[in-house]
């Protein structure tokens, strides 16, 4: 029988130090927020069965429904340049990615669409956001927040995510203890993060590209953070783990982008 998400308890050394589960709430981001706002330490983990406004990325929501998946926010006061913030985002994608992987039988492939989707047989498993929170130029507060659909069979999708949003349930054939993954998981990524903090975001990039196969890829990049979008073929990912796509005109290097795949040049 699935252990209740009351019994988590992580086997951290600061995340998860305090540890607030909910049945159900807005947004674990936006609590977690509140609870930086209110001088909460580093690792304040935020966990909720269901969401009522899950926030996505680029001002989109992110489907939340009780029961099946996993829904966190972890609360970090990184000592790091805003414009460095961003390598949290592929610490968790590649915690998230090694986690599905030792969970799933082996003959399913685990990739990262850039810079964070999980995906399993193309669609997404995994979505991760980062809001961060500056005093002028200084970092106050980041949230990481991080939602997995593990339980979620097909048929509790809405239509218009079936052809684009999977889980580990309808990709693995079989249900996972929620509480046992998420421990795992919440190991890897705060092991993920002190790696990153010590050694720098080389190797957790290294690692990161074993998950990442949009090379030779086709794709449109757009969303607020460009000036225009973008289409042409994935080149590859720079040392800062930004996308770089050619065109016809010219060789982009993308930070920051919502990426659309089209159709894989032969
Ligand atoms: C995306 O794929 O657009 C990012 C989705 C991030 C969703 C998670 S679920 C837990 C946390 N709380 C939120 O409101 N959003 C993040």
């Given at each position: 029988m699935e252990r209740s998400l009351y019994e988590l308890r992580p086997s951290c050394r600061w995340l998860g130090c305090r540890l607030d589960v909910y049945h159900e709430v807005d947004s674990t981001n936006r609590v977690a927020e509140r609870l930086a706002r209110a001088g909460a330490p580093e690792g304040t983990l935020v966990l909720a069965d269901a969401q009522t406004s899950g926030r996505g990325r680029m001002g989109r929501s992110?489907?939340?429904?009780?029961?099946?998946?996993?829904?966190?926010?972890?609360?970090?006061?990184?000592?790091?340049?805003?414009?460095?913030?961003?390598?949290?985002?592929?610490?968790?994608?590649?915690?998230?990615?090694?986690?599905?992987?030792?969970a799933l039988p082996s003959s399913v492939p685990v990739e990262i669409k850039?810079?964070?989707?999980?995906?399993?047989?193309?669609?997404?498993?995994?979505?991760?956001n980062l809001p961060v929170q500056l005093e002028g130029q200084r970092v106050t507060s980041a949230v990481l927040?991080?939602?997995?659909?593990?339980?979620?069979?097909?048929?509790?999708?809405?239509?218009?995510?079936?052809?684009?949003a999977t889980s580990l349930l309808i990709a693995g054939g079989r249900s996972l203890d929620r509480v046992s993954f998420a421990e795992g998981l919440l190991a890897k990524l705060e092991a993920g993060i002190e790696r990153l903090r010590q050694d720098g975001f080389g190797p957790v990039l290294e690692r990161w590209r074993k998950y990442?196969?949009?090379?030779?890829?086709?794709?449109?990049?757009?969303?607020?953070?460009?000036?225009?979008?973008?289409?042409?073929?994935?080149?590859?990912?720079?040392?800062?783990?930004?996308?770089?796509?050619?065109?016809?005109?010219?060789?982009?290097?993308?930070?920051?982008?919502?990426?659309?795949?089209?159709?894989?040049?032969?």
């Open positions: 992110f489907y939340s429904p009780g029961g099946h998946s996993l829904y966190f926010s972890v609360l970090l006061r990184p000592r790091m340049a805003p414009e460095h913030l961003h390598r949290h985002i592929f610490v968790a994608a590649l915690a998230v990615a090694e986690s599905v992987e030792a850039w810079p964070n989707d999980v995906l399993l047989a193309g669609r997404k498993t995994s979505g991760i927040g991080v939602g997995i659909n593990v339980n979620l069979p097909e048929h509790a999708f809405p239509a218009e995510l079936r052809p684009i990442f196969r949009m090379q030779g890829q086709r794709v449109r990049v757009g969303g607020p953070g460009m000036p225009r979008e973008v289409e042409g073929i994935v080149e590859g990912v720079d040392a800062e783990g930004a996308l770089i796509v050619r065109s016809d005109r010219s060789r982009e290097r993308i930070l920051a982008g919502d990426v659309t795949l089209l159709k894989r040049e032969a």
